[in-house]
């Protein structure tokens, strides 16, 4: 039986390699409209966060989202994201 590959992405935040799934996908479109990609396959540029309370607060802080999708990120994807914590 063939074993299936997992995809591993990484944190832009933490530098961390993980597993796709264990990642949150925040994705900018042609329009520049920024959102959260819950299924990791939507069209256009994405990066990739841990979901982690830390790692949010420091990609607001330090503006990294906004430099690696070229685009303002809104407060209310903070806020989102936040709210997707467990």
Known sequence: MKVKKVPIR??????EARPKEELIRI????????SIDLIGK???R????????EIILKAKKTK???KK???NIPDSIYEEL?????
Do not use: F, H, M, Q
């Not at 994405?46 to 309370?53: C, F, K, M, N, W």
């Not at 936040?82 to 467990?86: A, S």
């Open 82 to 86: 936040l709210g997707l914590i467990k």
């Open 69 to 71: 999708l070229e685009a």
């Open 42 to 44: 939507a069209p256009g």
């Open 27 to 34: 994705v900018r479109d042609k329009e520049k409209n920024i």
């Open 10 to 15: 990484t944190c832009v935040v933490s530098r």
């Open 46 to 53: 994405g990066a990739y966060l841990t979901l982690d309370r």
């Open 64 to 66: 990294i989202l906004d």
